[in-house]
């Protein structure tokens, strides 16, 4: 290749051309020259974002940040993403960052399957990310509290806490240890099944018997379900008027006839107490009670002398009497 001044300018604009390429690239301005459409985002606050950001869906760049500006008291992003991607109405946008100090970027979920294509001028929800600088003063805060506990432990302060404590253990060192010393020989009886205590654990008719006990409380359960069941039959029955108690409770005939009889034994004593019929004038009638009475005593005067009397004269006697 010739050293001309035409090759050296050649390689110049070649390089020049690059260089804008790449800065165009870098601060998102080839995408002024890219077809697509807009859609906007409100946020509270966008942390560093900035012109020329990424817009991600599922970590694939769908377009950049071509606008920020305040309005309303919120913080309005305008986004213009590649005309063949796609997103729906009810996406969500939200600003996140790739690290600690990492680039951000808008990341737009996908949205429901059966929600509409955004258009040009379509705002889209948004949801808030945890703001950096907030976390860091919480974390540095929780680190100072930490500080703050752990000089709490260190040097007099730590006596203090735990000289009670060892005075206390060395004062009591034998209760202490026949303490120790009884618990582990109750430990060891009940792991050799002594005891009520190690009965119950490990006496297998213990076990059998209570085993045996839930099984009949089952037993019982099933028959009073059953027996609950057959007593809701027959209230089924009843109301649905079978059987003689359902006849009895649910059939009009039954009941028009009881009335009746009833009604009847009405008229019947009613006419007893005006002393109608045979049954009133046995009740109601003086001198049917006087001659009664009369042939009581004439039956008692005839008997008196039926001691040492024959039985022909003893019914001669009462014929007499009587008539």
Do not use: C, W
């Not at 012109?51 to 071509?66: H, P, T």
């Not at 007593?231 to 003689?244: L, P």
């Amino acid at each position: 290749m010739k050293n001309t001044l035409e090759t050296r300018l050649g390689i110049f604009v070649a390089l020049a051309v690059i260089a804008a390429v790449l800065i165009l690239e870098t601060v998102g301005g080839v995408e002024r020259f890219r077809r697509g459409y807009r859609v906007t985002a409100d946020f509270n606050t966008v942390q560093e974002l900035k012109k020329g950001d990424r817009v991600k869906m599922a970590g694939v760049e769908i377009g950049r940040v071509e606008d920020i500006q305040l309005s309303n008291n919120k913080v309005r992003v305008t986004m213009k993403l590649h005309k063949d991607k796609i997103v729906k109405t009810d996406s969500v946008a939200t600003v996140k960052f790739t690290g600690l100090l990492g680039q951000n970027f808008v990341a737009v979920d996908f949205g429901s399957p059966g929600a509409p294509r955004a258009i040009d001028g379509t705002p889209l929800a948004t949801a808030e990310q945890p703001d950096l600088s907030a976390m860091m003063k919480r974390i540095d805060n929780v680190a100072t509290g930490i500080e703050n506990v752990t000089r709490t432990f260190t040097g007099i302060k730590v006596d203090k806490l735990l000289g009670p404590l060892i005075n206390f253990v060395e004062a009591n060192q034998e209760p202490l240890t026949a303490t120790i010393s009884n618990m582990q020989s109750i430990s060891g009886q009940i792991s050799r099944g002594n005891g009520t205590l190690g009965k119950i654990i490990y006496d297998e008719s213990l076990y059998n018997s209570a085993l045996s006990s839930i099984t009949n409380l089952q037993e019982a359960a099933a028959e009073i379900k059953i027996t609950a069941g057959d007593a809701r039959k027959i209230v089924d029955q009843v109301n649905s008027g079978q059987g003689t108690v359902g006849k009895l409770l649910k059939d009009e005939t039954l009941y028009r006839e009881a009335t009746a009889a009833m009604t009847n034994a009405r008229e019947i004593l009613e006419k007893v107490n005006q002393g109608k019929g045979s049954v009133g004038k046995l009740i109601g009638d003086d001198e049917f009670y006087r001659n009664a009475k009369l042939t009581l005593q004439k039956l008692d005067k005839a008997t008196e002398g039926l001691e040492d009397q024959g039985p022909l004269s003893v019914l001669g006697i009462v014929i007499g009497k009587l008539f």
